[in-house]
């Protein structure tokens, strides 16, 4: 075993402590961190692609300022073309968000005095009143922060200047952060590392492309399904089941819901409801024979213990957006630990630390 005063422990205890003031210092800054993390992400993903063009012998800055151009472009494109009318469905779905509450509590009491029947407990005429009222608080916050953080994030000096910017920078120096970090790595890990970071950064770009074509697939059938039924809010439906989507088990009920809800009230058709039904269930069907074996390759293989976890953390530290981040991050995570893992048995280095 290490003695207390050995290097490695010394430096191992170092690393523990700064990752944890590290942590608590982002934990700080979560206010601000979001478009911080956005960026970092298209810079994630938009370096490969840099590196490729940079092999036909272009400088990188030159490349950089073309793909930061182009992405500046669909991210206006995106403004003037989908963010108003989600954001306009958005603000006549909260408007009108009372109706489809007294239409739930209408079901929920039907449901009650049914259960009434059999259960003749006092106290549990309260239950579903209590119940539906709570989740319909809970539902019209988490609209409203849905809400006001896709005003804040296509805001105009957001697109045109902030997150441009942030990416430019981000991509013009990813190759230099990558070597300051390996050069304050210690030379006989300088390997190990190199071959530790490209073997996790391909499984990280697959699983985050996969989830991506995930995101789209299920918001554009939604979408496309729904507007041919002719479903009120067929395109805020769509991306809010295409991005909760990214939480497992949950996710894909709320979209779901949701569309119901709004058919039921709107056409006070069973028919429609079931057509509505029957969309939403071969989406998903496609989704998790097709789309996912294909793009994803697999599962997050996650616990439900640790993804409801992930989820309750998300959720208390950045909200909507945490919580449906949280699941994927977290998949991330345990993805670069099991090949770091790997790597370790294989270097034959498990047991000799001891």
Request: charged share 10%.
């Amino acid at each position: 075993m290490f003695s207390n005063d050995s290097p490695i422990t010394k430096n191992f205890v170092l690393s523990i402590l700064f990752s944890v003031i590290f942590c608590f210092f982002l934990y700080l800054c979560r206010a601000i961190l979001l478009p911080f993390i956005i960026a970092a992400f298209f810079a994630f993903l938009l370096s490969p692609l840099v590196n490729k063009i940079m092999s036909f012998g272009f400088k990188r800055w030159v490349v950089v300022v073309i793909l930061t151009i182009v992405l500046s472009l669909l991210l206006v494109l995106s403004v003037i073309k989908f963010v108003p009318v989600m954001y306009d469905e958005m603000n006549v779905f909260v408007e009108n968000f009372p109706v489809y509450t007294q239409y739930v509590k209408k079901i929920a009491l039907a449901t009650q005095q049914k259960i009434a029947i059999y259960v003749p407990v006092d106290s549990q005429n309260e239950i579903f009143t209590k119940f539906t009222d709570k989740t319909s608080d809970l539902t019209s916050s988490a609209i409203k922060q849905f809400s006001y953080l896709v005003k804040k994030l296509f805001s105009v000096f957001y697109i045109i200047i902030f997150l441009p910017v942030l990416t430019f920078f981000m991509l013009l120096e990813y190759d230099k952060l990558k070597r300051i970090v390996i050069d304050a790595v210690p030379a006989k890990y300088v390997e190990p590392l190199i071959a530790v970071y490209y073997e996790a950064n391909a499984v990280m770009v697959k699983y985050i492309r996969g989830q991506i074509i995930e995101v789209i697939f299920v918001a554009s059938s939604t979408i496309i399904g729904l507007s041919i039924l002719g479903v009120n809010y067929a395109f805020l439906i769509g991306v809010i089941a295409g991005l909760c989507n990214l939480i497992p088990y949950l996710g894909p009920l709320v979209g779901f819901i949701m569309g119901v809800i709004v058919t039921a009230v709107q056409f006070q058709s069973f028919g429609m409801v079931f057509q509505v039904i029957l969309l939403f269930f071969i989406i998903q069907q496609v989704d998790n024979n097709v789309v996912q074996p294909i793009f994803v390759g697999r599962n997050v293989n996650l616990s439900p213990v640790a993804i409801i976890f992930a989820l309750v953390a998300g959720a208390e530290i950045f909200g909507i957006m945490g919580m449906i981040f949280s699941v994927p991050v977290l998949a991330l995570m345990k993805n670069l630990f099991l090949i770091f893992i790997k790597r370790y048995k294989r270097a034959g280095n498990y047991g000799k630390s001891c």
